[in-house]
């Protein structure tokens, strides 16, 4: 009997609501084919990253690359081993990261797994730099999207003043790290409850933290956190603390714009602009929006080096929290926009079992 593979199918595009399994995706079953064509190779997936653009790319507003297509497989970031190959560059065992989608197994090709870094990992169970690190740092979708905002769009530099929003989630603790490693004079976190706080200075060492479930008033919040004002903001939220963001920037501050959780689940109606986009000219400020992909060519070497030099140091914290089946992959999705996960935290999806031995942060 032929192996099969299982995969969530995107049938229907949301219309200003959350994802839900049985509406907008269909569980399907298919068999593997019992021979490879040359050149490809069986990869079974480990881990799925679950992010805030699995949302977007569902839908079918204006992005940064085309939707994921209708009655095909959902488009997401995997972790996977080659477990049967007809490329000698890709033997079995090998580890890649790639666009592998909602599936538990996929039939690819070299050019398929190297059209997005980091694709073929150097990595091994027992290497030095573990497994969840290529999850919660060096990828895309968290440290490689925080490195580029901060640094190229938000043009960060030694004693500036920095404020992030969505500071707990996976690209925002990155920020807040990367930031003070890079010479930061004060680095300042936004992020909803107590407990988030307490991580963002306990864990994290920001200099200043806001729970902005716990005030009224956000433009005083940060006044108070950044009394000198603000040089670099970077945004993951969007709406009134974007607002309250413009009042507090510093002359010729820099905002940049990697997205806006709070209203992605409405982005089919339409998102508003922010009310004191004044600000920008009486501030002069520099305001930009970034996809990281832009800035692989420059900065992902320096990126991949920076992070396990980091990591290799103990200098940079990182953790992952993982949600367990390929079956429950898009109901939990929505602990994205909940925050129904650990400070901090990356969110994947454990599909199969881990390689044997791998150190865990």
Same mark, same amino acid.
Not at 74 to 94: A, C, H, Q, W
Not at 226 to 248: E, H, R
Not at 310 to 329: H, M, P, Q, R
């Given at each position: ?85 007809? $490329? ?50 060096? $990828? ?20 500036? %003043? ?25 680095? %300042? ?42 040089? %670099? ?31 992605? $689940? ?10 004191? /986009? ?24 320096? /990126? ?58």
């Amino acid at each position: 009997m032929a192996a099969i593979r299982q995969s969530w199918y995107l049938v229907q595009r949301p219309k200003s609501e959350k994802l839900e399994a049985g509406k907008h995706f269909e569980w399907r079953e298919e068999p593997l084919p019992e021979t490879l064509d040359a050149g490809s190779f069986l990869v079974r997936h480990i881990y799925l990253s679950l992010d805030p653009t699995n949302r977007i790319w569902a839908s079918d507003v204006p992005q940064y690359m085309p939707p994921s297509p209708l009655n095909e497989v959902m488009r997401g970031l995997t972790i996977g081993v080659v477990e049967k190959s007809e $490329n000698s560059d890709y033997p079995v065992g090998t580890y890649v990261s790639y666009l592998g989608g909602f599936t538990t197994h996929n039939v690819v090709t070299k050019e398929a797994v190297a059209a997005f870094p980091p694709g073929k990992l150097d990595w091994a169970p027992g290497k030095n730099v573990p497994l969840t690190a290529y999850l919660a740092l060096i $990828n895309l979708v968290s440290g490689f999207t925080a490195y580029v905002g901060l640094l190229e769009t938000g043009a960060m530099k030694e004693g500036d %003043v920095v404020l992030v929003s969505g500071a707990a989630g996976a690209v925002g603790s990155m920020v807040v790290q990367m930031a003070r490693l890079k010479g930061a004079k004060r680095v %300042v976190g936004i992020a909803g409850g107590a407990t988030k706080k307490a991580y963002l200075l306990e864990e994290l060492g920001c200099d200043a933290a806001i729970d902005y479930k716990a005030t009224d008033n956000m433009d005083a919040a940060i006044k108070e956190a950044c009394p000198d004002g603000v040089d %670099v903001f970077f945004d993951n939220v969007g709406g009134v603390t974007l607002d309250a963001a413009f009042l507090n920037m510093k002359l010729n501050g820099r905002i940049s714009i990697c997205g806006a959780i709070n209203m992605y $689940n409405e982005i089919e109606g339409g998102v508003s602009g922010p009310k004191n /986009f004044g600000m920008t000219l009486m501030q002069r400020l520099t305001v930009k929006g970034f996809i990281c992909t832009d800035h692989l060519a420059t900065l992902w070497a320096p /990126f991949e080096k920076d992070c396990k030099d980091w990591v290799a140091s103990n200098a940079i914290k990182y953790s992952v929290f993982k949600t367990e089946g390929l079956d429950k992959a898009i109901e939990s999705l929505d602990r994205l926009f909940t925050g129904d996960k650990p400070a901090g935290a990356k969110l994947v999806c454990q599909i199969s079992a881990e390689p044997d031995h791998i150190p865990l942060p």
